[in-house]
């Protein structure tokens, strides 16, 4: 089996665990629908879906370089060999042997040379299905290795995708602080040449003097802060920071675009979109096939052994050969008293299977959550965004008239600063919301799988 059959996990949601009938623990039902509103667009979610090529490209070695992700893959390879060594003790074993002795063990015997060579095999008949339990619950467990893996490789591509966005808007942010730091600077050198001449007061000049400053100031500490989330991508990706930066000069300040992720299906569909989902169900799975295998040792348990050998001896007066077979003995063991071990045993094996559950039913109450909050916080970003670009566009207008006017005299520099910095909140408040919405749209993203599908553990 290499995965958990969706009908399966199905008639477990309706009403338990099909594979475990004892003490059962019903799942809960995802909602019928979603309840936040739903984007307006065909996209699959995935990373390619943004028109910004750097960016999977970016995610992809930030994949590779992970430490989460080679840990992911070093559990597959344990999980894939205790599903081997599970597989094997269905079957029977064989074990071979070679002997040889020169000498003698009685004087009144001549040396002799003793030859021998045989195979000795057993086999225990899985006559209550303990065996076939304990490699059900390997497999699941290397199923949910794979899913688990994945779940990493998604939480890894989202956060480099929320690194890239948080840069281009900050760099973004840096380029209109500096912008309005040097509008700040020539106003301060016109304002200083204004005074001089007795056109303006001195105040006006120490004003212009402290905006210029404070400009310079915040233009600074953008800069730093840009320079924080490149250093955050180099540690992401392990690309060497000269070679990031020159990928990353190509745009400069561009937030990448992309369709809307398309929400289709319903909510229950996510048990077969999302990996972390699919290997929390896996862990039910092993966890029931090992509450199986708990119970089935309560029981006889039936081996088979057998043998075959050759044997030559020579000595200096004679030689002979012989061969030597045994079918047997057949043991069959019956439990008698062990002091309660394998009751106890079997309600350790009951009690995780209850936590598995649990713990299926959280992450699927979890998932649904993260798929909604990021539909609310996209559909709270979009029914802002008109307002938001109404506002930078007329805040602009307003400073460009307000310039005008206090060139010609008739306003005042505190106006001219006031409508400086309503400008200047408005631009920033619209590139923060630009990143909000791609934030969320890759939270979406990953809260929907990244266009995962539990097909890709088929066979493996």
């Not at 086999?123 to 994945?150: P, S």
Request: aromatic letters at 4%; a neutral charge.
């Amino acid at each position: 089996m290499t995965r958990l059959p969706f009908a399966l996990l199905a008639a477990a949601l309706a009403g338990g665990c099909a594979v475990a009938p004892e003490s059962p623990a019903p799942l809960p039902a995802a909602p019928s629908a979603w309840q936040a509103p739903l984007p307006a667009g065909a996209g699959a979610p995935g990373w390619t879906r943004f028109d910004d090529p750097l960016l999977p490209a970016l995610i992809d070695t930030a994949q590779a370089a992970s430490a989460d992700v080679s840990a992911a893959a070093s559990r597959i390879a344990q999980a894939r060999a205790a599903r081997t060594a599970a597989a094997a003790a269905l079957g029977p074993r064989a074990d071979a042997s070679a002997s040889a002795v020169h000498g003698r063990n009685d004087p009144t015997t001549p040396i002799a040379t003793s030859l021998s060579a045989g195979v000795q095999a057993g086999w225990e008949l899985d006559l209550f299905g303990a065996g076939r339990a304990g490699r059900d619950a390997a497999q699941a467990r290397l199923t949910g290795a794979l899913a688990t893996r994945d779940a990493v490789r998604l939480v890894v591509a989202a956060e480099t995708a929320t690194g890239y966005v948080a840069l281009r808007a900050c760099e973004a942010q840096r380029d209109v602080a500096q912008v309005d730091s040097a509008s700040r600077a020539e106003t301060a050198r016109l304002t200083e040449a204004a005074a001089k001449a007795g056109f303006r007061a001195p105040a006006d000049a120490a004003l212009a003097r402290a905006s210029a400053a404070q400009g310079r100031a915040l233009a600074t500490q953008q800069a730093a802060a840009c320079e924080q989330l490149v250093k955050s991508l180099v540690a992401l990706t392990a690309i060497d920071e000269p070679a990031l930066r020159q990928r990353l000069a190509a745009a400069t300040a561009r937030l990448p675009q992309g369709a809307p992720t398309a929400v289709d299906g319903l909510p229950a569909a996510l048990l077969q979109q999302r990996p972390d989902l699919s290997a929390a169900a896996q862990a039910v799975a092993a966890a029931a096939a090992d509450r199986m295998q708990r119970d089935a040792a309560r029981w006889p348990q039936l081996s088979l052994a057998g043998s075959v050998g050759a044997m030559r001896v020579r000595t200096s007066d004679l030689s002979f050969s012989a061969t030597t077979f045994a079918i047997g003995p057949l043991t069959l063991s019956v439990p008698l008293f062990d002091g309660g071990r394998r009751a106890a045993d079997l309600a350790a094996a009951r009690a995780a299977y209850d936590d598995a559950v649990l713990q299926l039913q959280a992450a699927l109450r979890n998932a649904v959550r993260e798929v909604e909050d990021a539909l609310v916080r996209l559909q709270s970003a979009a029914s802002r965004a008109d307002d938001a670009r109404l506002a930078a566009d007329n805040f602009e207008a307003s400073l460009r008239a307000t310039e005008a006017r206090w060139k010609g005299g008739v306003a005042s520099l505190f106006e001219l600063e006031d409508a400086r910095r309503s400008a200047a909140a408005a631009r920033a408040a619209l590139i923060e919301l630009e990143r909000e919405r791609l934030v969320a749209g890759i939270d979406l993203t990953r809260a929907l799988g990244g266009g995962w599908s539990t097909d890709r553990l088929a066979g493996m």
